[in-house]
Every structure is written in structure tokens, then in C-alpha cells.
């Protein structure tokens, strides 16, 4: 059992949960994640972690209402317990003096950006963050990335937070710029795509965060391949960090719908039963 | 000379020593199992298994043999003789007794034993018809152990403390067998599993319908009677490392039997389609998941209508089977050999073929065909089996040209498992054979002071009996350690 011992609401969908799990602070690092199982019948769910502390034994994830078990999550408060979670488990992110790095994090991404920009920035790194978001309540974080004292570019689709643009605006003028020696991307496949293609236009090496469909996360089962360069690898034991400009994007995108119908269902049921939700 | 051997042409001179008995002949007493058309709807076990009059009519067939050649069928030497005669004497505490000596899971492996290759085709009435049917009583010993209230049960006993700590990497049947027997000498043990629940192979892999999950439920919780711990949600390697085992975390000893649990796919066009599943990833939805109760459980699972299953094993058999299961119309299995090379075990071909699996023999897949990204169809050629390979079965071949679709919407590959590298990626000095297996001497040490390693890890995928023998193996060698 794992007591929540933090939560915060970071817009309508988006919550910020810590959990008290000693072990596992002291070993995450930034890009890795954790499975969480919130009861007996619950499903496995991977969550990146936002931030940990090894001092003082807890991690943090944030996570987007957006199916049945960030829903149910979404309900359990401070003092509550989540049945497992296990973890860290990935590869953790390429953390290098690179140079100048630009970090993208769209939608609930962000969450994962924000270790690995604090992280690229502790290494020495010249960060620059692109937070990306379809409107201004959406927006999750910036007060974070401000706290970092890196460079902080703000867009969303309809201008109501920063430019009215697409995050890969500004990461192309970057890229134009020619000042740009690696790039990070992390958020939903569609925007990790367009912005792998993007730096792949400039020579810009791009990392993406990938994040299929998982059942145990620990390289037993197979649901998480993903096509790299033509090769098939696991997400959960590969990744979840690759290559942007080699990965299919296309395969992740259809492989992540696979069980939408089933999803909306579950979503449904629990919806009805739930009391406190209208 | 007694009828018993006058009757069986065997043991001549050799009149039974133990409870002299009059062994009945004829056919073995048959098994009670659902209805194929009803079981093909349900989860429920398929055999139900012997009632005690059973069991007893079937160890009377048992001629008592003063050479009993069955005890050396069994990989671990279980006394099959003794434990027969504890039913025919009606001394059940007696039989779970000596069963337990030697087989820390009756019940699992009472089931789920290659039994036809193992203990009864040595038995010596094999030669002349039908073996008694060990595996069946045995069955029936471990169900009347489990069925019996907690403080009734045929518990080991532990040793007296030896201030000793070992840990144990997962809980599948190796891991159980050496954490059982750890503790029985009287060492500390701590059990560390990745998944949320332990059992290994037994509770994802297997189905419920073959091994129910509450006997494998029942038997670990006799190991938690006996005082060993277990800690689920530990992946080692990740978690902890092997080295903090043995430094932060004070462990004088660990056993590896993290299973060899990495899905091999074919490398084909088309894998990665939707509807396209390894078999661990299925009976993992299913198993440990519980997918069958969605949307009540949260785990869905894809429910195909025309499923294909390429493989020829036990776990082929298990998938097609669940997959019968979950509602599909259709289901058949693509083997590339002939039914004669198929290592699942006769009794699974026989059952899964009365549930209407339909069986493609001497074909292998090329292609998986998709729409939109959902499987559609799946290509296969046809083959012929050439001279025998290094493993001594025919080596299949493709004939050239003879490609042909099959239609479905779902495709589960049953085609082999590698060994993980989780953990040997943190513990680079635990050496590796080049398949990424662990590297032991015959009691189970590896190249790692103090570290032994049994079951699949070591050996590749192979079966319950083998992993709980080399768990215990490791077990005695871990104890000389030390005490050494
Ligand atoms: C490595 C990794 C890290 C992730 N980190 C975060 C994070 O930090 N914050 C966050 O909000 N989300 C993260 N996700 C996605 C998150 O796991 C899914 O949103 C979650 O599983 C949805 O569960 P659900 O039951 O609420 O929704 P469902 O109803 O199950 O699904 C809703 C949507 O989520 C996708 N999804 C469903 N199951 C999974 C799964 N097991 N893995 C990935 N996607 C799935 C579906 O394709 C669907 O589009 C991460 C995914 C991966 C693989
Ligand atoms: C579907 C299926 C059907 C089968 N049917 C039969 C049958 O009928 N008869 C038969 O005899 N055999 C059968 N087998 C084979 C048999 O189940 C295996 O040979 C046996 O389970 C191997 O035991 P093990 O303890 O070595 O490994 P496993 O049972 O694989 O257990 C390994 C355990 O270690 C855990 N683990 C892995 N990595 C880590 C880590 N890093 N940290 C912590 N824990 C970890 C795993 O989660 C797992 O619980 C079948 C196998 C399958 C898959
Ligand atoms: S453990 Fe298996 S091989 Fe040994 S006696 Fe029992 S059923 Fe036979
Ligand atoms: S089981 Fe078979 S081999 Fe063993 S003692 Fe009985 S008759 Fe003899
Ligand atoms: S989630 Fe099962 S192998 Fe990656």
C-alpha cells in the first residue's frame, strides 16, 4: 500500500498526486516511470515521475483525467492509499552537457518535461522550454519552469496564454537560428511527430518520450513495441526514450486506439456509478 | 509368487513389501471434467479431479513394484510408491506427507506435471497398457491438503533459526520451491516479485481453467504460514539492485528465478498491427488482469471473433483455449511442424481440440494482413519436414510457392520466450550464456558470490516440476554457502 501524502489540481483535468514510496525516490531519475494499480481490480497505468524526493521518501506524477483509472484516481485524496506501484522503470533520460537544449512539453507532457529541463539545466545545459497547450487553463507548471530560471517560451493553439502558435513555431526558429543542439520533445504522439519532423529538417538530434499502451512495464508482455529504424523495441524496458526521427509514429498513434471502444465503456459505467460526478 | 506379479509379468520374486494388496487390473479409473460445450463458455477448471473412492480404485491398480521405476520418471524423485500406498491404506495425512517431502506444490504440479513423459511412462504398467495415473492422485493429495483447515495442513516444518537472511528473486515456481525449503532449514526469508501479485507463470501464465488461481493462492499462503515474507512490487534491478540486496539491505544469500519471461515475435510484416498479441501479453490480460470480468475489472482485453494462435506448446494451448473462451467464433492454430512435434502435452491438443480449436498443421506464418491498422488476415506457407534437426524432430521447410490467407481478426504468438535482461543489465557480474541465460554450476551457484540462479532463467522455458526441483537444488547449495 502507498499513502498519498500530496495532491494538487493543476487545471480542470490535470492533477498533481505524491505518493510516500522511499525506495523507489532513491532511484528515480528524470524520463523514468512508475506502475500504478489503484485496487484490486484496477488496471496498470504507467506515470512518469514529476519530481521525488530521496530525503524525504515520496514522487510525485501528474496525471490527465482522460479514462477510468485517472478517474477513479483523480478521487482519492491525501491519506488515501494506492494498491502497487512499482517502479522506477525505463531507461532514465540522456542527461549530457549537450550544449543548448530546447525542451518541448505539450498538454500533460509538461510534467514530464519539467524533470528533464531541471535535470539538462543542473548538467550545465542552456535550456530553452516550449510549454504548449490547447488553451491558457490547460497550461500546467509554468510557475515550475520559471522557478528554473530557464528560458521560457509559452504558446497555445488559441493565443488566450502567450503566442497563439503551434509549439513547433517556435522550436523551428530555433532550429533556424541554427543555435539549437538537441531537442527534447514530450506530449501526445501527434505533437512529438510534428516536432521530430520538424528538427529532422535541420539535422537537430530530437529525443521523444513515448508513450504506448502498457500492461506490466517490465519487458514481459510485449503490449509497449514500438518501431524504431525498422526494428521492434519495448517501451518499457528500450524506452521510453527514442530517437524521434526514427520512430513510427503512425504505428504508436494507431496501436495507442486500440482499445478506445472498450475504454469509453469503462469510462461510462464508472461515470454512473460515481456519485460525485455529474 | 503373488497374483500381482503373475498378473504383470513384472518383479518376478519380488512380492510387495508395503501393505500387501491384491492390485485390481483393467482400464485407469477416467476423470470427471466439464462438458466441452459448457467449458468452452466458462473459466472453471476443466478436470474436476478425483473423489476420495476414485483415488483410492486408482492407486489399486498401483502393483507396489519392489523396483518402482516411476520414482526415477520424476525430475524430482518424488516417492510415488509410498504415497500411493498411503491411499490404498487410506492414510491420506501419510500420502501428503510424503508427497510434500519432495514437492512443495502438489496441487500445481498434480496438474499442471508433463506426467504421460515423465513419472507414469515409467511406470512399469506403461509397458503393457495404461500407467497408473500418478498425476491424478497426486492432484487429489495436494486438493485434500489444501481443502483441510489451515492448522490440519501438512506443513514443513522450520528449522531452528540460523540468524541467516536470503532473498529470493520472484515467485514463480522456483522461487517458491527455494524459498520453501530456505526456510524450512530455519534461514530468514524474503521473497521479491516485480508484479503486483506473486506465482510467476502460474497465476499470469497459466489459466484458471487449468490451474485454478485460489490453489495457487492457498499454497503460497502456507509459505507465509511458515514465516517467509513477500514483498510484491520489487523489481530487481530496478527497485533494488542485486548488490543492495547483499549490502544495504543485509541479505548473506539471493536466489535468481526471475523466469524467462521476454515474448520472442516472428519478425514479420504486419506484427505490430492491432490484434496482434504476444501470449504472455493475452493470458496476462486475462490471468493476472482478470480481463474476462471487464469492464468490472478495468483491464480490457481484444476479443476476437476469427483468432489465429501460432505456436504448438502449452502456452499455444492455453491461448487458443482462453481465446474459445472469450467468445470467439473461430479459432485455429498455425503449427509449423505435424501434430507428432507438438510439445504441448497430449491431454491440452485433446481438450482444446473438443473445444473446437481448429488445428493447421505444417504451416508458418509470413505475413499478418491489416486494415486501417487492425489485423484482417494472416498469410501462411505451407511446409514439409525434412531429416531431423540437432533438437532430433523433422526440420520444417517451406515449400516455394504455396502461400495462402487465412482470415481473422486476431493473431496471439506462442512462439518462445528469451530471458529478460532487467536484471542482468544491473548485475553485470553474474555471467550470461550468449542466449542471455544465467551461467550455474549444477547446484544453482553462479559466477556471483553468494548468488544462485534456478528454473527458466537458467534453463530456457521448461516446465514447473523442473523450476521447483532447481529452486530446491539452490535451496541446499545456498545453505552449505552458508554455513561453509
Ligand atoms: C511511459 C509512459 C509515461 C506516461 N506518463 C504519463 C504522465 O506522466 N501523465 C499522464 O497523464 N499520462 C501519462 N501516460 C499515459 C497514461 O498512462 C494514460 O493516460 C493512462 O494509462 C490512461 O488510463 P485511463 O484508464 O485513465 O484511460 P483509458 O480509458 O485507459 O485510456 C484513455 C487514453 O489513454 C491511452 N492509454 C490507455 N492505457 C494506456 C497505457 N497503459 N499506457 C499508455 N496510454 C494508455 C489510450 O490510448 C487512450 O487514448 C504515460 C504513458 C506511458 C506509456
Ligand atoms: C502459458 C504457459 C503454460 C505453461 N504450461 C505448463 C504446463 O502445463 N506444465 C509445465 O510443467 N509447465 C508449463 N509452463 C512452463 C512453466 O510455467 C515454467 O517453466 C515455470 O513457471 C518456470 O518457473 P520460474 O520460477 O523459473 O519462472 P516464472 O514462473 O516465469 O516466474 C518468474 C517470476 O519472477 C518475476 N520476475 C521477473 N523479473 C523480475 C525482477 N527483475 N525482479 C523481481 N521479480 C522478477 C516474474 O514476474 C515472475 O513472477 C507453461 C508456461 C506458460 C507461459
Ligand atoms: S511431480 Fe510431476 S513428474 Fe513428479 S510425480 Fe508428480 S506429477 Fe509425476
Ligand atoms: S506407480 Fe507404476 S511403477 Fe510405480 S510402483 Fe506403482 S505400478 Fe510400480
Ligand atoms: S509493458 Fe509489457 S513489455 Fe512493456
Redesign the pocket.
Known sequence: MFRIVHKRQLSDAVFEMGVEAPRIARKAEAGQFLMLRIDETGERIPLTFSDWSAEEGWVRFIFMRVGKTTHKLSHLDVGDEIKDIAGPMGIPTHVDDLGRVVVVGGGVGAAVAYPVARAMARAGNTVTVVLGARNADLLILQEEFEALGVELVVCTDDGSAGRKALVTAPLKEMCEAGTVDHSMAIGPAIMMKFCAATTKEFGVPTTVSLNPIMVDGTGMCGACRVTVGGETKFGCVDGPDFDGHAVDFEELMSRQRIYSDDERLADAEYSRECSCHK | MSQVDDAQGASIDTPPEKPRHRATKGPRVPMREQDAARRATNFEEVAVGYSAEEAHAEAMRCIQCKNPTCID????N?D?KSFIAAIIDGDLSEGVRVLKER?ALPAV??RV?P?EE??EAACVLARKGEPVA??RI?RFLGDHDLACEMDHRCAPEVGPSTGKRCAVVGSGPAGLACAGELRRIGHEVTIFEALHAPGGVLTYGIPEFRLPKAIVGTEIEMLSEMGVTIETDMVIGATLTVDELMTEEGYDAVFVGNGAGLPVFMGIPGENLNGVYSANEFLTRVNLMKAYEFPSSDTPVWRGRKVAVVGGGNVAMDSARTAIRLGADEVFLAYRRTEDEMPARIEEVHHAREEGVEFKMLCSPVEILGHDGFVTGLVASRMELGEPDASGRRAPMCVVDSEFTIDCDTVIMAVGTRANPLLSKAAPDIELTSRGHIVTDEQGATTKQGVFAGGDIVTGAATV?LAMGAGKRAAQAMDSHLRG
Open positions: 520418471g520424476c525430475p524430482v518424488i510415488i514437492n504440479c498434480g506435471c506426467q515423465q513419472c500418478i498425476g497426486e516440476i
